[in-house]
């Protein structure tokens, strides 16, 4: 987490300014979404998602881009005009068989191994539900209810679209890759539940630029001065009474003291989404899938250490070349901690098998 905060620092510097970057640092350190993935598996996915964007912007809006390709473009150019001239004219004939038997290869491959059914239910959610049923029972294949949003994004719902709008204003190539990058993100995170962390990068991002564009707008106002022009009367040796203008410097008083209450509720809703953001982590987050937690009925905290007493007793109780019979929601868990060998787990793409498996333990244990 650490990591990724820093990372963040960097990226929101890169795009806005340095304000921006400890914002989104921030932000994104005592996100609950980015918690949630952290405490139990993908602990290094966002740092490593955050620190390619970075290095791609990095890279895209370095100044010296240029001189990396001109030398070996201006290469090119001549290769271009000599190097055919080098060769007869048959040889182009074997050249374009291999371009076309490449070409067929690639189509083949494409239509041999397509798409899977999750990336298909990314752009269509009801894909499937009338195709592939399987994926659609898993619980974090769901749409993401408003509530999840509310639950995990908190005030950042409302400064997402602030933030698209100062970058809007401000349009460079770091800004519009982050703009592609949050409505994408933040539309399959609506598709799937699972995506909400992907998103995460992108709302801390965007968010810490409307905050420090507001908060750099507002503190402007309070510095601000106003030119009051005041007449007065001066009497100098040689003149009768000349009026002159003398301008003074007086602060707003309307737009200083909006400046003020304005700031105060920004850094009041800050404080609300870092007690939220605490909150949610502590009674929803901070435990690992494998292990419960719930609150009695006088408020006491109760674990449930049911699974990691089962993994121990399988470890324990079975032969260390058994193969173990599971839904495919405890492959990893089994694999991990009981140390067997599995039939199915999280990474078995093939629906059938799995089908297979569900309909043998469903069924009675002399037909299963």
């Known amino acids: 987490m650490v990591t990724a905060a820093v990372v963040a620092y960097f990226f929101g510097k890169e795009m806005w ?43 895209v809006c370095w100044v010296s881009t240029c001189s990396i390709w001109r030398a070996y473009g201006c290469l090119l150019v001549d290769a271009g005009v000599f190097v055919p001239n080098l060769f007869e004219d048959n040889c182009d004939i074997g050249y374009s068989g291999w371009c076309y038997c490449f070409g067929c290869w690639h189509s083949v491959w494409l ?60 349009l460079s190539d770091a800004t519009i890759f982050i703009v592609m990058y949050g409505l994408t993100s933040l539309y399959f995170a609506g598709v799937m539940v699972r995506l909400i962390f992907v998103a995460t990068p992108a709302i801390c991002l965007i968010s810490a ?23 007065g009367s001066s009497k100098g040796p040689g003149s009768s009474k000349a009026s002159s203008k003398v301008t003074l410097d007086q602060a707003q008083p309307f737009q200083k003291n909006g400046a003020i209450a304005l700031l105060v509720g920004v850094f009041y809703l800050l404080s609300r989404y870092a007690i939220h953001c605490t909150w949610v982590t502590s009674e929803a987050y901070s435990s690992p899938s494998i292990v419960l937690a719930a609150r009695g009925a006088h408020g006491n905290r109760i674990i449930f250490d049911d699974y990691c007493e089962a993994y121990y007793w399988l470890t324990q109780n079975t032969p260390t070349d058994a193969k173990v019979m599971s839904w495919w929601d405890y492959g990893y868990q089994i694999t991990a901690m009981g140390n067997r060998t599995v039939i199915v787990d999280n990474n078995t793409w093939n629906n059938t ?12 244990e002399d037909k299963a």
């Open 209 to 231: 630029i409307a905050v420090s564009a507001t908060v750099k707008n507002l503190t402007s106002l309070l510095r601000a001065k106003q030119k009051v022009p005041q007449t």
């Open 111 to 170: 239509y041999i191994s397509p798409c899977t059914g999750r990336f298909y239910s990314l752009l269509d959610p009801t894909h499937a539900k009338h195709h592939i049923p399987i994926i659609a029972s898993v619980s974090e294949h769901q749409p993401t209810a408003w509530s999840s949003f509310m639950f995990d994004y908190h005030i950042l719902l409302f400064l997402f679209p602030a933030g698209l709008y100062f970058c809007f204003k401000r």
């Open 353 to 364: 098998h799995i089908a297979t498996v569900g309909r043998a333990m469903s069924s009675y």
């Open 17 to 59: 300014d340095t304000g921006a970057g400890l914002v989104a640092a921030a932000l994104i350190a005592i996100f609950p979404g980015y918690i949630s993935r952290s405490v139990d598996n993908e602990a290094v996915a966002i740092f490593a998602l955050l620190l390619k964007f970075y290095l791609f912007v990095k890279a």
